[in-house]
């Protein structure tokens, strides 16, 4: 895969993710999570670490599976030479 689709998709999927963890963590304290009815043992710095890593890798997916689907149809049939 070139450099510029990995590009195409960590970039924006990058400014998602620090998008949807300034949301998230605006209204959420991670010290009042929860997991299985008991706290989380883990420090704040932690939890936001794990977050924005796991919203970063589900936007990569979205832009990935996006470029995907961009890819034309004779490409994808063509018969390889």
Do not use: C
Request: charged letters at 15%.
């Amino acid at each position: 895969m070139k450099m510029q689709n990995w590009m195409s998709i960590l970039w924006p999927a990058f400014l998602l993710a620090s998008a949807m963890e300034l949301l998230v963590f605006a209204l959420v304290d991670p010290a009042d999570l929860h997991w299985r009815g008991e706290a989380l043992m883990l420090s704040r710095q932690t939890v936001y670490t794990a977050v924005f890593f796991v919203f970063w890798l589900m936007a990569a997916g979205a832009s990935a599976l996006t470029l995907l689907l961009m890819v034309p149809a004779k490409e994808i049939n063509s018969p390889e030479d």
